[in-house]
């Protein structure tokens, strides 16, 4: 940063568009690189954007996008800027054909996506949360961007690809993804203690939790609990491993609710509830009053 305030001088007033903590949406090309000059004639090469009230918005060759008061500028720069500036004509009703609207390939497998201002920035979608999208550079990096900073079409690709790696079409075999991370479990809990000694209980936890592999067992185990006691509300497992939240996250998306719970915290998927403790997958919770029968 030094060097760049030693070269451009007063132009250290520049604002740049790009931050450790924001992605930065590539502006749109302009044709011409040109020399401005500032009051005090020192110079930058920058190709113009447009202008934005008393500021003009340039970019440099190396891409870095920033703006300068126009006070800060000599005259002929500034009668530049201004010649420079075109307005935008008004939008012509039925000119341009609407956006076709994206399948769920399309929008799972989407790399460009456009800002609400035209800006656009190369990633992948990893998910929705709330009222963020949750994007990856090339690079690996993991990032957020508000829904409302995107354009209208990228908002309803965020939405449909969301919906195509989390939504209830691919629930259930996710559900069983998960039930491999967590890598089976070490203590039950939750059945009533007046009948968990019941052998009907006893022959379903031995044939479908025991004696079945976890990820398939456990949901069958819900069901049939649920048919043999009328009384369970819950199933609890202590898991035999504690992945991280994060990676709970990207094989189901951002739960349907969530419960507090002590130290726990639930976070709901249909039936099946995780629980989560320091950022780890603990427990697993079978809600025998939501499992279909």
Request: proline share 5%; hydrophobic share 40%; aromatic share 6%.
């Amino acid at each position: 940063m030094q060097t760049t305030i030693k070269t451009i001088g007063v132009f250290a007033t520049l604002v740049i568009f790009m931050c450790y903590t924001t992605p930065v949406f590539s502006e749109p090309s302009s044709a011409t690189m040109t020399t401005w000059t500032s009051i005090e004639g020192r110079i930058i090469q920058a190709t113009m954007l447009r202008l934005d009230g008393d500021r003009v918005i340039l970019q440099r060759k190396d891409g870095v996008v920033f703006s300068l008061p126009l006070s800060k500028l000599s005259a002929d720069s500034q009668a530049a800027a201004k010649a420079g500036s075109k307005p935008i004509p008004a939008p012509k009703e039925n000119k341009s054909p609407a956006s076709p609207a994206l399948n769920e390939s399309q929008a799972v497998n989407m790399t460009a996506w456009i800002s609400a201002d035209g800006r656009s920035i190369q990633a992948k979608l990893i998910r929705l949360e709330g009222e963020n999208v949750l994007l990856q550079r090339n690079d690996g990096t993991v990032f957020r961007v508000p829904l409302s900073k995107l354009s209208s079409d990228s908002q309803a690709a965020a939405r449909i690809g969301n919906e195509a790696l989390f939504g209830p079409k691919k629930r259930e075999s996710n559900l069983v993804t998960a039930f491999e991370l967590v890598g089976g479990w070490t203590k039950i809990s939750g059945i009533p203690e007046d009948v968990a000694g019941d052998p009907s209980v006893i022959k379903v936890l031995n044939d479908s939790l025991v004696n079945e592999p976890f990820a398939s067992g456990w949901p069958i185990t819900v069901r049939q609990i649920t048919n043999e006691v009328e009384r369970a509300r819950y199933i609890i497992l202590k898991t035999a491993e504690e992945p991280g939240l994060d990676s709970l996250l990207g094989i189901l998306g951002q739960p349907d609710s969530t419960e507090k719970e002590n130290e726990v915290t639930w976070y709901l998927y249909g039936w099946c509830h995780f629980g989560i403790s320091d950022g780890k997958v603990t427990r697993l919770r079978g809600d025998c009053k939501s499992i279909s029968r």
